[in-house]
């Protein structure tokens, strides 16, 4: 009796296993245009998810893209209870900066880079409130060019330092994009280009663009859910 | 005996009047640098103060300044929980718009006008969700000309329309500075001066300036005191 | 013999009448893509030809476009010789000033007021030192809203002042656009809509902007050539 | 007699070489705020003075200051026909390009690139046209970071390849002081500091600015006049 018993009760418990499959782990892409369309057929979120599929983790990793265009890091700021918080993400990756700095010039409506970094923080700060994990992304590109002349690289080059210092204060992940972006472009534009390599139209990201983001998200995001 | 009672039930009540005066209205004005200025000497809450002190109501009103030089919409929004609601107002008078405006041409970081009704309406939400009374308030100037010709005036005066229209939406009132200080300069200003007239340097209000928004205000706050 | 000598004294006059038919005044716009779209169908250029073709006026005035899209008060200056002295014009009417404000926002490569003024009056020196008769006009519009509301609307009245004080101070006829498209707009565009009644696009010309720069050209033209 | 004759010829010459001495190789120096300040103790162009004096040819080159203070490359178009030709240098030294950069972030008054192109091309034509030596500069530095994360390096790096590019096509010498600045800052800023190193304000030069300018300069100049 007392062996059969303890069988009927492992029973359950089995089938109870079998029902709920070990939660996945929940990641958030919290960003502008290049992550709205990151969800788009080619889009650095789907490439992620194949990489993810055929990884040693096929089953454990659920990403869901949370971009609008237009967004600047204080758009991210007003929408993140509802676009991200009610969602109970795991992790968050922000990809957040481009527009910060080409609004400046194209419609007089970009963000000073103090109040980039006190949004910045802000939107961390709310984030591991939560116990949610935060991994930072520098902004990619306006331009291809290699040899630091497109017009916004300085303060491409300005944001994404004020974003590795907060990365390097709160030990914090952080993908490089900027750099990758930089590295990759010094190889393969020799023709010194403005676009047409990673990016259609100087900032969205054409498939290789897709492809190199998702290849250097995979590398930190690995580290986080192994 | 019967004197005598009233007279001991008369005595609590006066102890407990002295010991917990009516509770004052408790107004914060929420705004940039002019807001900052406004509890300096000569700055138009101090001469709101010294006006209620003068009026019907000297004993039921406190005010206090929360403007932070610079600020635009959205860094109300992110300062107001520990700017604002920690302070537990009654009343908030929100005076913004300048920046967000003028950071356009003197910076490259001005805010769009869609993004700033959508921080403008975060804003009055999270007061209102605490049951704090929301009084609006039109941007002044940025320069004296009065016949429509400075830089900002366009602007200006489209913002307020989002402003107005929000106060019509909410059924709020609005303290139509743009509206009041148009027709003082349209009287005061014969010489077409670009400043001096009611700000020291095309935005920054002098005494007179400071005596026509306080005035202004008190028209529309005593009206929710009274 | 008297009315002899006088048919005598008629006849080359006659003979010189045809061989050399009366020169015919011709009409230069200096400006910019507003200018250009002039001598495509249904533009102001060529609807000024057909009102001059109906008046009292069909053989004496021949028209010329001379305007580039995206072009500032500098462009013009820098062009003058070739586009402008080298075809000898008798009158030339100078349409410029929405690029000088616009690009301000829109690139940040706007022209500031001082200087639009200077290379303004720079350029009538060098016709004037040419004989050549000129025309201001004041700019038109950016954005159709009849209250004042448009962005850019305190400075185009701003360079439209700026214009009306160089005519004053140099005596010369002034077109005034700008105030033509506010009192049609007044009365035309009850709905205060950005677009549509007089622009395609808050700048363009349509069919009716075109006819109302036309009428109001020929307004001052004929007064110079009548 | 062979020999008196002789006599004969060689005196008039000699008389003549007493009466005029070897004529000056004038140099003027056409720019902006910075060439303005160039004439002022300390400016660039007295060190530059003094190192001629003291060099192998202390007698032989006249410099002249024709600096405007906001001057950008179209400032320089309208005014070099009074400021520059009328003064009949031998050689120029053009130094422009900060304003027409800076000028769009800090007012929207910048100078697009491919306008800066043909306004440069433009001056350099008027000033071949009178046998004019032409020779041109790089923009220096707005901010001092020699991580390429100053707001306006990309675009200083932009309009510097333009000039380069000119030069190249035109055959003219050019004094690379962009190059040159960020030879400096490399190894004397270790603390990557914004100003202070070879400006007093990010833009304006201090002394060693200014004498690293004057090196520059006269390294190129010497190559034309010895």
Avoid at 11 to 36: C, E, H, M, W, Y
Avoid at 160 to 183: E, Q, T, Y
Wanted: charged share 25%.
């Amino acid at each position: 009796m007392k062996h059969l018993s303890k069988l009927i009760l492992f029973f359950p418990l089995l089938l109870l296993s079998f029902a709920n499959p070990p939660k996945k782990v929940k990641v958030i892409f919290f960003g502008d245009s290049i992550t709205q369309a990151g969800v788009q057929p080619n889009g650095y979120i789907l490439k992620l998810d194949s990489i993810i599929k055929q990884s040693h983790l096929p089953n454990e990793i659920e990403l869901a893209g949370a971009g609008i265009s237009g967004n600047k890091v204080y758009d991210l700021y007003l929408r993140m209870e509802e676009d991200v918080l009610a969602k109970h993400p795991d992790i968050v990756i922000i990809y957040v900066g481009i527009n910060d700095v080409w609004h400046k010039a194209s419609s007089g409506t970009g963000t000073d880079a103090d109040k980039f970094e006190k949004f910045y923080r802000a939107i961390i700060k709310k984030l591991q409130d939560k116990n949610i994990k935060v991994i930072l992304c520098t902004p990619s590109v306006i331009g291809e060019r290699n040899d630091n002349s497109n017009q916004q690289d300085g303060d491409l080059n300005n944001y994404s330092n004020i974003i590795r210092r907060i990365a390097k204060d709160l030990a914090l992940p952080v993908i490089d994009l900027r750099n990758a972006f930089a590295g990759y472009l010094k190889v393969n534009n020799p023709a010194n280009a403005e676009k047409g390599i990673l990016t259609s139209d100087r900032v969205h990201l054409n498939e290789k663009g897709n492809l190199l983001v998702a290849n250097e998200m995979w590398t930190v995001l690995q580290q986080m859910v192994k």
